[in-house]
């Protein structure tokens, strides 16, 4: 008869071991499903489970412990024609628990075999997830204190589509497997067994008690109503396939002659939500549209919403090595926190340097020239200071002039927000205008 | 001419779309995350996939399956999920599956500080593996070295069929500068080996002459076996020593004999000059700088910028400081690579200069540690 077994590597389980029946049952299935050796891969886990990929002639891969759902996942989202039948055993299930999780939640076709034995064979019978309270294992009195795992509830309530539990010694035990194999999405099969290697050396269980104890178990009959969806794979690509394709970041060429063509360094210090980077971002671009090279390097707390946000802004006809700022030509000092985490850096300027201040912040005494900008009056709340800021710079025509930065402006943005920008810019040139 | 502004990041991932890059996996982690964030953009539309993982360790496990799928995979991360990938890097070097990780490096150790930046983990991805094989360390210092290194790294994963690193830093990766497109060096892409027809195809056999296995792809209508354990010719466990030692020599020398090929770097000699300056990363930006002022003050030093840290460039390092007394090497870390220097330069003076606080070395640290004699 024809089959998927490698006659030169026979299984190799001790005698009695339920993986055998197993084994044979895995290939009935799959020659049932019509499936050949090349339309497979049996990705295996660690331990006694882990043997299985290497008695088929199928497509193989072994890796390592409790990952394989992992590798299932990639394989399957690179080839989704494949038949991807992963193996693992109760030890597997306990430590790729998270896998275990997410793929119940994705419902990506692929079939999970749990060979659950109750114990971890290979190692010495040490106990696992789904070991009995009341049994004797190889972890002493470890496993009296921990419940077992009843993973087809689990999976079941992480949204797996198609759970079954049933016995190694099911006389339709090949049809359970085929049935999960077919299953379009997710399935899970908790194949109970027997491990005389370790397990029934110190616990009973036989055939009989095994099927007694299933009957007693909560009931799960897959496929489960509630989870049926769409397949993942068919489902990513479906809505991929409404993306378009994102074109290379556009150049910018050079158009305007800056006010200053000599390398200077720029800091912005704000705090979170007052736009500081968006407006170091506009800045550089605002060198772009005048030939010149830039850098921005930027400091936040990883609290979005809270903190001191500070931007360094670099812009110079040359290549720009080092990235820091040692000693500012301009600062925009927008906020008391963002003032406050630089306080040494005013002690570096000198009278060329120019300081832009915002209502209410108030900066350490210093050489450098300072202009208080009256945001408050002119309306500008605080999140626009930042631009407003750049505006009253370009304004003064210091490091770049205004024209520069509409380029840049009408460049980054577009309709409400560039209308507002612009608008933003307008009036605070209007502004520095008037007298004081 | 004209630039476009881009992150190191956006460099790296646009460097991977045009290395035919298809498969990215990764989990959300600062300073690498705005990787997955391009990748989510760029490769679901060309009909790649972008994935986040459940952890670091599905994001890598999910990148070695659809690497043998036949994918050109990547993934990214910083310090802690480099430490969780660690037992799939050990694996894809052993069961030579080939796959970028991008390595943001940030202020350690353990979380440390998420948006400080650092070079603290580069003894790390060279021995972050069980066997103590070697890898390819490949070190951008800048965004445009960014992309074109990146490319770099996949034609050198798939011709070596290994894992190649990118050891970039959170002052390069969310750092904001001009690229000029049009001037980045774009290597030409190198594909798999794939077998010649004819001759069954047996997985891990490697005929002399090539540097790896060739490779066909799970799923395809050949069969193919991949696996974690110590493997024979064949796929299969082997036990036979002689076999083992041969693999393991293999897999030592494969990169090792061929590191002459991908030693990049930038080399600025200086003539008369007693002193090299040797650094790599984003302490290569304030060496530069250094460079150009102390010819300037006519002290000039030579400047010699790693960017293939591992294998060890071991001969271009003699050859360029062969005309030097002293070597004085900068990294941002408190003295890793220049054990290496070193090893490789025992009868020079070498002079170390380190910091590991969040700051950048600046041209002035660097001149001081020049100055003092
Ligand atoms: S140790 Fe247990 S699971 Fe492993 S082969 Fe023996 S009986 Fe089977």
């Not at chain 1, 019509?34 to 295996?44: A, R, Y």
């Not at chain 2, 399956?65 to 990214?76: D, E, F, Q, R």
């Not at chain 2, 910083?78 to 660690?86: A, F, R, T, V």
């Amino acid at each position: 008869m024809y089959s998927l077994l490698n006659a030169d590597r026979p299984p190799v389980f001790c005698p009695g071991c339920s993986h055998d029946r197993i084994t044979r049952a895995l290939d009935r299935a799959l020659l049932d499903a019509g499936l050949k050796g090349e339309q497979i891969v049996i990705v295996s886990d660690i331990g006694c489970s882990g043997l299985f990929d290497t008695f088929f002639n199928t497509h193989a891969f072994h890796g390592l412990h409790g990952r394989a759902l992992t590798y299932a996942t990639g394989l399957k989202m690179a080839q989704p024609e494949l038949n991807v039948i992963v193996t693992m055993g109760d030890g597997g299930l306990g430590i790729g628990g998270a896998h275990v999780l997410s793929a119940c939640r994705r419902n990506l076709d692929v079939t999970l075999l749990v060979l659950n034995n109750f114990n971890f064979g290979m190692t010495g019978g040490q106990f696992s997830a789904t070991t009995p309270w009341t049994s004797r294992v190889g972890s002493g009195f470890l496993n009296q204190l921990e419940r077992p795992l009843d993973v087809c509830r689990v999976a079941a309530s992480a949204g797996a589509a198609y759970v079954r539990r049933c016995s190694s010694y099911a006389k339709n035990l090949s049809k359970e497997i085929e049935n999960a194999i077919r299953f379009q999405g997710f399935s899970i099969l908790d194949i109970w067994g027997i491990c005389p290697g370790r397990y029934t050396k110190r616990n009973r269980l036989t055939p009989q008690i095994i099927e007694e104890s299933l009957a007693q178990m909560p009931a799960v009959d897959a496929p489960i109503p509630e989870n049926q969806r769409e397949e993942y794979g068919r489902h990513y690509r479906k809505l991929a396939a409404e993306l378009r394709p994102v074109p290379l970041p556009k150049k910018i060429e050079a158009q305007f002659e800056p006010p200053e063509r000599q390398r200077r360094g720029v800091m912005i210090l704000g705090s979170a939500g007052q736009r500081i980077i968006t407006a170091g971002e506009i800045l550089c671009l605002t060198g772009l549209f005048a030939g010149l090279q830039t850098t921005q390097k930027n400091e936040y707390n990883i609290t979005v919403l809270r903190g001191p946000s500070i931007t360094e802004v670099i812009l110079s006809p040359d290549k720009i090595g080092y990235t820091g700022i040692h000693r500012p030509d301009v600062i925009l000092a927008l906020s008391q926190e963002g003032v406050a985490r630089r306080t040494a850096v005013f002690e570096t300027l000198d009278n060329t340097a120019l300081v832009i201040q915002a209502p209410e912040v108030t900066v350490p005494s210093c050489k450098a020239k300072i202009h208080t900008a009256d945001f408050k009056s002119q309306k500008i709340k605080s999140a626009d200071w930042a631009l407003a800021a750049l505006a009253v710079l370009a304004k003064m025509n210091r490091v770049i002039h205004t024209r520069m930065l509409t380029a840049a402006l009408n460049f980054k943005f577009k309709n409400k927000i560039l209308e507002s920008s612009l608008e933003l810019v307008e009036r605070v040139n209007r502004a520095e205008q008037a007298p004081k | 001419m004209g630039f476009c502004l881009m992150e190191g990041n956006e460099a790296i991932a646009w460097g991977a779309v045009a290395s035919g890059c298809r498969f990215f996996a990764g989990y959300p982690i600062t300073p690498a995350t705005t990787i997955f964030n391009t990748m989510l953009k760029l490769l679901p539309p060309v009909g790649g996939v972008c994935l986040q993982g459940e952890d670091e360790i599905a994001s890598i496990g999910y990148c070695l399956g659809a690497s043998m799928g036949g994918m050109k995979v990547m993934t990214a991360t910083s310090g802690p999920g480099i430490s969780l990938y660690s037992e799939h890097i050990s694996f894809a070097i052993g069961s030579e599956i080939p796959i970028v990780i991008v390595d943001v490096q940030r202020l350690g150790p353990s979380t440390g500080s998420a948006t400080r930046g650092a070079d603290g983990d580069i003894q790390f991805l060279r021995w972050g593996n069980s066997a103590g094989l070697p890898v390819i360390v490949l070190a951008p210092a800048d965004a445009g070295d960014c992309y074109s290194l990146t490319i770099h790294a996949f034609n050198l994963a798939e011709e070596f069929r290994c894992p190649v690193f990118i050891a970039s830093n959170k002052e390069i990766a969310v750092t904001r500068e001009n690229v000029d497109l049009d001037a980045l060096e774009r290597p030409k892409i190198i594909e798999r080996p794939m077998p010649p027809e004819g001759n069954p195809f047996i997985p891990f056999e490697t005929p002399s002459g090539i540097s790896a296995p060739y490779f066909l792809p799970i799923g395809g209508d050949v069969i193919v076996r991949q696996t974690s354990s110590t493997h024979g010719a064949d796929g299969y466990i082997t036990t036979d020593s002689d076999e083992i030692a041969r693999f393991q020599e293999r897999l030592g020398n494969k990169l090792i004999s061929a590191v002459k090929r991908f030693s990049f770097y930038e080399f600025y000699p200086e003539e008369g000059a007693d002193t090299l300056v040797l650094t790599y990363g984003i302490t290569a930006r304030a060496a530069r700088d250094v460079h150009r002022e102390k010819k300037l003050s006519g002290k000039p030093v030579s400047l010699l910028i790693l960017k293939t840290l591992w294998p060890v460039p071991e001969t271009l390092i003699r050859e360029k400081a062969e005309p030097v007394k002293r070597v004085v090497v900068a990294e941002m870390n408190i003295g890793q690579y220049v054990r290496e220097i070193q090893r490789v330069l025992p009868n020079k003076t070498v002079d170390f200069l380190g910091r590991m606080d969040g700051r950048l070395i600046s041209p002035q640290q660097i001149i001081e540690t020049i100055d003092h004699v």
